[in-house]
């Protein structure tokens, strides 16, 4: 007797390797630094970075009140330390991502700040 497939579970967490694969699979992304650690750009713009102090992601959002919404609608993905208290920008915890949601959380961020030339191609590629 055969036994039973078992389904696995799609299984959360996000390694720095694949964070930086997605982040760079954005067009105009590059790599640099901010605050001395290793962070992406976009035209010169601040991106994302990884926190390896506490495995999480510096995302910043369009305002605080979008910040605090996040903050409320899920601790245990979202964070921040009293760095970013007064910025519009939080801490993702890898841990609790998927590659599915990081790509959209990126793509939103990144969509805020390329210049309109790469958004028209990157829309047009993706038909």
Known sequence: MKKPVKKTARRKGVTPAQLRQIALSFPGTTEGSSYGKPSFHV?????????????????????????????????????????????????????????????????????????KKLLREFDEAKG
């Open 43 to 115: 035209a010169r713009k601040f991106f994302t970075r990884l926190r390896e102090e506490d495995d999480s992601i510096v995302l910043a959002v369009g305002s605080i009140d979008e910040r605090d919404m996040l903050l409320e609608s899920d601790a245990r993905l979202f964070h921040i330390t009293e760095h970013y208290r007064n910025y519009p920008a939080l801490l993702v915890r890898l841990a609790q991502l998927d590659a599915g949601m990081l790509r959209s959380m990126l793509e939103r961020r990144w969509r805020t700040i390329a210049p």
